[in-house]
């Protein structure tokens, strides 16, 4: 069954890896995970770590290339488990993130990525 929210969104979303680092508000752990897809009003994260629906995490965001990270606070929107393929697997989930506190110079970079990635240009 798909999400049906993915059709309310107010931002276009595209997939796109990117290196991403997590931490929940107040702890020291840091969770590294990929991207599944991006827009300017956040992600998508493929992570084995479940979170709680509406809990404020901490966000670094690597674009790619030399730039600088994307750093920011989020809100988590919704989690989806990855059933496991294989018995040896662990369970996975897809965690959509609201970015918070972003800077604005940080959403425009992501919108350019988006949109070269809707035209087709690298």
Not at 8 to 15: E, L, T
Not at 20 to 32: F, H, K, N, P, Q
Not at 57 to 75: A, F, N, R, Y
Request: charged share 30%; glycine share 10%; hydrophobic share 35%.
């Amino acid at each position: 069954m798909m999400w049906e929210g993915i059709d309310q969104r107010k931002f276009p979303r595209v997939n796109h890896k990117c290196r991403i680092t997590v931490s929940r508000a107040g702890e020291d752990e840091m969770i590294e995970a990929d991207t599944e897809n991006i827009g300017i009003g956040g992600i998508c994260v493929v992570t084995e770590k479940k979170f709680e629906l509406f809990e404020t995490v901490s966000i670094k965001l690597q674009l790619g290339g030399d730039e600088k990270p994307v750093e920011c606070d989020g809100t988590i929107c919704w989690v989806v488990g990855r059933h496991p393929s294989a018995p040896y697997e662990e369970m996975a989930y897809d965690v959509g993130i609201e970015f918070q506190d972003i800077a604005d110079e940080d959403r425009g970079r992501i919108g350019r990525l988006v949109e070269n990635i809707l035209a087709g240009r690298p």
